[in-house]
């Protein structure tokens, strides 16, 4: 803890044993500089029970076998989604064939490595999910885990890097003029996964919010 960490949590923890409203002491820190969230997270890290001292809630601890059970989900996640998305943009290349491309068995074995791919990391993503959703809704306190919010965060930092780039390249072919019916289904597959890990990890972060 840093020493300015060390400073806001005394004050917070004096201003409650002298009895002050905690209005009053988010409002103080904020006209202090001190960000909101920051004065509503110290404020946070004391229940709000009537006892004669301020009652410190329960803190999240990080531990080995929840480094492990996140970095495989997020692992599962990451290559779900990416063989998902080259399933598809193969199966689209095979729909609409671009007559300079040749279709050498190469390119079914890629087919094939996709779908196995799917088939075992998808249903571990799908489990591990499941097991660590059940452990958050009876310790609510471990959605604070730093490991699981840094992971959160770097995949929403790769979804939205996936969803720029993938306009990016929408536009500059729009603007080159090479807009084909297999580009723009690429594009939409590409933008829609990516969409959908980035719109439920958010909601996922912001519902960690809500339950401080």
Not at 19 to 45: F, H, N, V
Not at 65 to 85: D, I, N, P, Q
Request: proline share 4%.
């Amino acid at each position: 803890m840093t020493s300015a960490t060390q400073d806001l949590d005394l004050f917070v923890r004096d201003g409650l044993l002298r009895g002050c409203p905690r209005a009053s002491i988010e409002k103080a820190l904020t006209d202090a500089g001190w960000a909101p969230e920051q004065a509503r997270a110290a404020l946070a890290a004391y229940a709000e029970v009537d006892f004669a001292v301020p009652v410190p809630r329960p803190r999240a601890q990080l531990s080995a076998r929840e480094t492990f059970l996140y970095l495989v989900m997020f692992t599962t996640l990451y290559l779900s989604a990416y063989h998902l998305g080259a399933l598809l943009f193969e199966l689209i290349n095979r729909s609409f064939p671009d007559p300079a491309m040749f279709y050498a068995n190469g390119r079914a074995n890629e087919i094939r490595w996709s779908v196995a791919t799917i088939i075992i990391a998808f249903p571990i993503f799908l489990l591990l999910s499941a097991n660590i959703g059940r452990e958050l809704r009876r310790q609510v306190i471990k959605r604070q885990s730093a490991v699981r919010r840094w992971l959160t965060y770097l995949t929403l930092f790769v979804a939205a890097v996936v969803l720029i780039a993938d306009l990016i390249t929408l536009v500059d072919n729009f603007l080159g003029g090479e807009i084909t019916l297999r580009f723009v289904l690429k594009v939409l597959v590409a933008g829609a996964i990516a969409g959908t890990v980035f719109g439920y990890y958010l909601w996922d972060l912001r519902r960690d919010e809500g339950s401080t």
